[in-house]
């Protein structure tokens, strides 16, 4: 019997996990990456702390909160803290893996259930914890959600390989594609049971696409459960929210509805131009650490000098990173964006008479993984004829410059796509962006109409560029889309730590952090969207 049957073995033994753990494991020092001691350590003075707060709050809504991977558990606990100060009744489910791609032996997976059960410990009585591996699921699933299981297995594989193509004949990805549909089964089995049994008000759940956490999102719309999701982008102190929809959709209508019919002002026009600039000049801005370029703006004749490009007009690809959750069942009439570039490039291929610059997605670089949108555009072509640029993730380009000279964009569902037609050029989205369909891009829904599209465009580049209302259109939403999309939160999830320092849960609670976060923290709860 080799090391890891063993584990399985004494996994299964009824107190095994248990004794072994009391014994031997609990006071050591972890050396599994999944580590909770510091969560430990702090939560009994957090809690402390919360508890005039709790005492003082109306009573609120009864709110199931899910949270898996440890780093997602770490913040979720704090902000249970902060929802419970406010009245609310939580409980924080919470399911103990660190890797969501491996099969981990059943003890080891059962002693970070027993280490995630005494790090949150410290939270009774304000938060009721429980753990998704002790409850009981339902014996079957309704079709839809099994058909949800399905869709998100496949989503969590294109994830985790960073690619669409996921090949059920390789031994590797169907393996992978196995053990997702065998934890999301059991997810959904288990919230749907416990859903049915507790009827929470609302369900609190980061991204609410992938992995488990889409299960979970998928349960509670299936129920009917009101559902809030979150994600974060560069900027700390800030959050993205949704409700009812997955966050990694960007589904803004509410925003469009409520915002965009209101006028721009010549601060919000300056604000949003510092943010353009700083993108363009290479530079961070706000307070964020993130470079969205590496080279600043070398100017538009010294782009087209580097390129070798001539006065033939330009068209321009702006592709995302291959895998992203954000590009995850965001087709339209593409069975995949790798289909839509493929096509894309061999139509201009045979267009000479106009030049296509392909920009790869500067991200490309943070997952080495994943398959290079420039290389989908090669695999494409015979040969690269010398009309068709490729601009890889590294090349010292500026993508701010190649808006200045393209006459028309093409996009998936980058947000340069705005940009673009910020900039009055015509844009033709291809993907399900939350920008489509703003008035301000071309939008096909077949690749009947894509092609018309682009043929429309080709044919007449200066009837196409953007009238005065459609850029100020562009300019409306990319201001609310920047600035009014993302809400201010005090503890973004890669810094949890930093920040917690700064915004302890008595400063959030106090005066001071409520002045700022009370909203936030309300529509987590599942309050309507407002703004000041």
Same mark, same amino acid.
């Given at each position: 019997?080799?090391?890891?049957?063993?584990?399985?073995?004494?996994?299964?033994?009824?107190?095994?996990?248990?004794?072994?753990?009391?014994?031997?494991?609990?006071?050591?020092?972890?050396?599994?990456?999944?580590?909770?001691?510091?969560?430990?350590?702090?939560?009994?003075?957090?809690?402390?702390?919360?508890?005039?707060?709790?005492?003082?709050?109306?009573?609120?809504?009864?709110?199931?909160?899910?949270?898996?991977?440890?780093?997602?558990?770490?913040?979720?606990?704090?902000?249970?803290?902060?929802?419970?100060?406010?009245?609310?009744?939580?409980?924080?489910?919470?399911?103990?893996?660190?890797?969501?791609?491996?099969?981990?032996?059943?003890?080891?997976?059962?002693?970070?259930?027993?280490?995630?059960?005494?790090?949150?410990?410290?939270?009774?009585?304000?938060?009721?914890?429980?753990?998704?591996?002790?409850?009981?699921?339902?014996?079957?699933?309704?079709?839809?959600?099994?058909?949800?299981?399905?869709?998100?297995?496949?989503?969590?594989?294109?994830?985790?390989?960073?690619?669409?193509?996921?090949?059920?004949?390789?031994?590797?990805?169907?393996?992978?594609?196995?053990?997702?549909?065998?934890?999301?089964?059991?997810?959904?089995?288990?919230?749907?049971?416990?859903?049915?049994?507790?009827?929470?008000?609302?369900?609190?759940?980061?991204?609410?696409?992938?992995?488990?956490?889409?299960?979970?999102?998928?349960?509670?719309?299936?129920?009917?459960?009101?559902?809030?999701?979150?994600?974060?982008?560069?900027?700390?102190?800030?959050?993205?929210?949704?409700?009812?929809?997955? %966050?990694?959709?960007?589904?803004?209508?509410?925003?469009?509805?409520?915002?965009?019919?209101?006028?721009?002002?010549?601060?919000?026009?300056?604000?949003?131009?510092?943010?353009?600039?700083?993108?363009?000049?290479?530079?961070?801005?706000?307070?964020?650490?993130?470079?969205?370029?590496?080279?600043?703006?070398?100017?538009?004749?010294?782009?087209?000098?580097?390129?070798?490009?001539?006065?033939?007009?330009?068209?321009?690809?702006?592709?995302?990173?291959?895998?992203?959750?954000?590009?995850?069942?965001?087709?339209?009439?593409?069975e995949s964006m790798s289909e839509w570039m493929t096509r894309t490039v061999q139509f201009f291929a045979h267009r000479p008479e106009v030049q296509l610059v392909i920009r790869v997605h500067p991200g490309e670089t943070l997952v080495p993984k994943a398959r290079?949108?420039?290389?989908?555009?090669?695999?494409?072509?015979?040969?690269?004829?010398?009309?068709?640029?490729? %601009?890889?993730?590294?090349?010292? %380009?500026?993508?701010?410059?190649?808006?200045?000279?393209?006459?028309?964009?093409?996009?998936?569902?980058?947000?340069?796509?705005?940009?673009?037609?910020?900039?009055?050029?015509?844009?033709?989205?291809?993907?399900?962006?939350?920008?489509?369909?703003?008035?301000?891009?071309?939008?096909?829904?077949?690749?009947?109409?894509?092609?018309?599209?682009?043929?429309?465009?080709?044919?007449?580049?200066?009837?196409?560029?953007?009238?005065?209302?459609?850029?100020?259109?562009?300019?409306?939403?990319?201001?609310?889309?920047?600035?009014?999309?993302?809400?201010?939160?005090?503890?973004?999830?890669?810094?949890?730590?930093?920040?917690?320092?700064?915004?302890?849960?008595?400063?959030?609670?106090?005066?001071?952090?409520?002045?700022?976060?009370?909203?936030?923290?309300?529509?987590?709860?599942?309050?309507?969207?407002?703004?000041?």
């Amino acid at each position: 019997m080799n090391k890891t049957s063993l584990r399985n073995f004494l996994g299964e033994l009824p107190l095994a996990a248990e004794l072994d753990w009391s014994l031997r494991q609990k006071n050591r020092a972890r050396k599994d990456h999944y580590n909770l001691d510091r969560l430990q350590k702090s939560l009994p003075a957090a809690v402390a702390k919360t508890i005039p707060f709790v005492n003082n709050a109306k009573p609120g809504k009864n709110i199931l909160f899910f949270a898996t991977l440890h780093y997602w558990i770490e913040q979720s606990a704090y902000i249970s803290l902060v929802l419970a100060g406010q009245g609310h009744k939580v409980t924080l489910m919470t399911l103990p893996y660190s890797e969501w791609h491996k099969q981990m032996d059943k003890l080891t997976q059962r002693q970070r259930a027993l280490h995630t059960r005494d790090a949150l410990a410290s939270l009774s009585p304000l938060v009721a914890h429980v753990s998704m591996l002790d409850l009981k699921p339902v014996s079957v699933l309704p079709s839809q959600l099994q058909s949800d299981v399905e869709e998100i297995s496949l989503w969590d594989a294109q994830y985790t390989l960073m690619r669409e193509e996921v090949d059920m004949d390789d031994a590797g990805d169907r393996a992978l594609y196995n053990l997702r549909i065998q934890r999301n089964t059991f997810a959904a089995r288990v919230a749907l049971d416990w859903m049915q049994a507790h009827k929470p008000d609302a369900v609190l759940v980061p991204n609410g696409l992938i992995l488990e956490m889409g299960i979970v999102f998928r349960v509670a719309r299936y129920l009917g459960i009101q559902v809030i999701t979150y994600e974060f982008n560069d900027q700390r102190e800030q959050i993205w929210l949704a409700q009812d929809s997955s %966050i990694m959709r960007q589904e803004t209508d509410y925003l469009v509805k409520a915002r965009c019919s209101q006028p721009m002002t010549d601060d919000m026009y300056q604000r949003l131009a510092d943010l353009e600039n700083a993108r363009r000049g290479a530079r961070v801005w706000g307070k964020s650490k993130r470079l969205w370029q590496y080279i600043s703006s070398q100017g538009a004749e010294n782009t087209r000098k580097a390129l070798g490009l001539d006065s033939r007009p330009v068209v321009m690809i702006a592709a995302n990173v291959l895998g992203d959750s954000l590009t995850l069942g965001r087709n339209v009439f593409a069975e995949s964006m790798s289909e839509w570039m493929t096509r894309t490039v061999q139509f201009f291929a045979h267009r000479p008479e106009v030049q296509l610059v392909i920009r790869v997605h500067p991200g490309e670089t943070l997952v080495p993984k994943a398959r290079s949108m420039g290389q989908v555009a090669r695999d494409a072509l015979t040969g690269q004829p010398d009309h068709i640029h490729i %601009i890889g993730a590294t090349d010292k %380009i500026n993508t701010y410059d190649l808006i200045e000279i393209a006459d028309l964009g093409l996009v998936y569902t980058t947000t340069v796509g705005v940009e673009t037609a910020m900039n009055g050029r015509p844009v033709i989205a291809c993907g399900d962006t939350h920008y489509r369909k703003r008035g301000f891009t071309i939008d096909p829904s077949s690749w009947d109409e894509y092609f018309a599209a682009v043929e429309s465009v080709l044919a007449d580049f200066e009837g196409h560029r953007l009238t005065e209302e459609q850029t100020a259109l562009a300019w409306n939403y990319g201001y609310r889309f920047f600035f009014e999309y993302p809400r201010p939160f005090p503890w973004r999830l890669m810094n949890f730590w930093d920040d917690l320092d700064v915004w302890p849960i008595e400063r959030v609670l106090g005066d001071e952090g409520m002045s700022q976060f009370s909203d936030t923290f309300g529509f987590l709860a599942g309050k309507p969207f407002t703004w000041k």
